[in-house]
């Protein structure tokens, strides 16, 4: 049976995602991130924006650190911003199931 693992919510503020824009972000290094289909979700946070906010996470894809970098894998993440206004806040929701 598979199992699903639910990491934090990860909230990024250090830099504005313009109307039209993207970002990269990043999460990890986890072991659990090397095997089993991760999703991610991006949202706005609600107060900070005025009016709708559509985020769209485009590219998900794992990276193995080099050498020296340990054996564990980090998750790339952009997340692009389909409306006008400047997002300054994004939440992340990443997730896993894994067989």
């Not at 049976?1 to 824009?21: E, R």
Request: some cysteine; overall charge positive.
């Amino acid at each position: 049976m598979a199992s699903v693992q639910m990491f934090n919510a990860y909230i990024f503020n250090t830099v504005a995602i313009p109307g039209g824009g993207a970002q990269g972000y990043w999460v990890g290094p986890h072991p659990a991130l090397g095997s089993g289909t991760v999703t991610v979700t991006a949202q706005s946070q609600p107060g900070f924006v005025s009016g709708d906010m559509i985020l769209a996470v485009e590219l998900l894809k794992t990276r193995w650190p080099g050498a020296g970098g340990g054996q564990d894998p980090y998750i790339d993440i952009t997340v692009r911003n389909h409306n006008k206004n400047n997002c300054p806040y994004v939440r992340l929701m990443v997730s896993m199931v894994n067989p």
